[in-house]
């Protein structure tokens, strides 16, 4: 069973910076790929960025030259550089998994990812 922990969420000022991480406890994280997704209060839930088996990244154009995906497979974990954050920013981030067929398979759909983190909270303010 796959486990996501979320880590890394809290309060910060407009301007500031966060990092997110998602630790997966598949055996062999290299063969996921991993999205982030976020929903604030009464919006339905959006993607964020994904990166890729081979490391391509994704970004939804929101968040596109602020924020950062990378990946530690060494420490079966991702990260969510998050800089410039605006209040708009604020949201539940979720951390999500797939194991695709191929090296390159990404998706911007939530739907499309076979397991979930619990999320974690990161509010920005005015």
């Known amino acids: 069973q796959v486990q996501l922990v979320e880590s890394g969420g809290g309060l910060v000022q407009a301007g500031g910076s966060l990092r997110l991480s998602c630790t997966n406890s598949g055996r062999t994280f290299s063969n996921y790929a991993m999205g982030w997704?976020?929903?604030a209060p009464g919006k339905e839930r959006e993607f964020v960025?994904?990166?890729?088996?081979?490391?391509?990244?994704?970004?939804?154009?929101?968040?596109?030259g602020r924020f950062t995906l990378s990946r530690d497979n060494a420490k079966n974990t991702v990260y969510l550089q998050m800089n410039s954050l605006k209040p708009e920013d604020t949201a539940v981030y979720y951390c999500a998994a797939k194991m695709p067929y191929g090296s390159s398979w990404y998706s911007r759909?939530?739907?499309?990812?076979?397991?979930?983190?619990?999320?974690?909270?990161?509010?920005v303010s005015s």
């Open 37 to 39: 997704f976020r929903q």
């Open 49 to 64: 960025a994904t990166i890729t088996r081979s490391a391509d990244t994704t970004y939804a154009n929101s968040v596109k």
């Open 109 to 123: 759909m939530g739907h499309e990812y076979d397991y979930w983190g619990q999320g974690t909270q990161v509010t």
